[in-house]
């Protein structure tokens, strides 16, 4: 089943029935396909709750405020090479000091692809961090990358960055669908998250890119501040503009 309007797509968030879609339990521990039997994201009932309280718990050791400065000189101390920046920075507040695995191991963290250099990655995050500091690099890393780059995309001068960011994660989120199934029919449930977000009859919410209802995203704000702080060194500092 596809999902395109605003008050459908909120039912269904809102609704403890329906789950992300199952992950393999029995993997080889140390795996990327083992972490991902471990974290909240792919959990539900208690086990979610618990892991989710968490993540919240070492995010509240974390001021958003102070990311988007860090992350603002760290885009410029690269010269605008800002691909990192956001993961780095989250990473440093999180006592994570080389978060230089981390890409590897966030190619197959949503979708499930395992591979020897993901299982490589995960392995070696594991020696340096705990699995809620490695659930919320592996999360937020693609996800605020492709924020900032299509922020950055429909950027034009003079652009508050609050305001394109906002319009971004309703217009052009980073994640364009979630899956859930149904517990009590096995049924998929695909949520188009860019036709839901713009539904002309919605309007409780401004986006469903943060999530809804019982399994919101833990760290908007913390997200939101690193995309602000690479865009304000890319669209208002002396950073070269990536081409």
């Not at 102070?66 to 885009?75: S, V």
């Not at 190619?107 to 961090?129: M, N, Q």
């Not at 900032?148 to 364009?176: C, M, S, V, W, Y």
Request: charged share 25%; glycine share 8%.
């Amino acid at each position: 089943m596809l999902i395109t309007r605003q008050a459908e797509a909120e039912a269904v968030l809102s609704d403890t029935r329906y789950v992300p879609p199952p992950v393999r339990q029995d993997a080889e521990e140390g795996t990327l396909a083992w972490l991902r039997a471990q974290v909240s994201r792919f959990s539900t009932g208690r086990t979610h709750a618990e892991r989710r309280r968490l993540l919240v718990e070492r995010l509240n050791a974390v001021d958003p405020t102070e990311l988007r400065p860090a992350a603002k000189a760290m885009t410029l101390e690269r010269d605008g090479d800002w691909r990192g920046v956001p993961t780095a920075v989250l990473g440093a507040a999180l006592g994570v000091k080389d978060t230089s695995a981390v890409a590897a191991a966030a190619t197959g963290y949503l979708s499930g692809e395992e591979s020897p250099e993901a299982d490589a990655a995960v392995a070696e995050l594991l020696e340096l961090a705990g699995i809620p500091e490695i659930t919320l690099l592996l999360q937020g890393h693609a996800a605020t990358e492709a924020l900032i780059e299509n922020a950055f995309r429909h950027a034009h001068p003079g652009d508050d960055i609050e305001t394109l960011l906002n319009e971004t994660l309703k217009q052009d989120p980073p994640l364009k669908a979630t899956r859930r199934l149904d517990t009590r029919t096995g049924e998929e449930v695909t949520i188009d998250l860019v036709t839901a977000n713009r539904d002309p009859s919605g309007g409780r919410v401004p986006h469903l890119t943060f999530g809804y209802g019982v399994r919101p995203c833990p760290a908007p704000a913390h997200a939101i501040a690193l995309a602000s702080g690479v865009l304000e060194a890319l669209l208002h500092g002396n950073a070269r503009r990536p081409e």
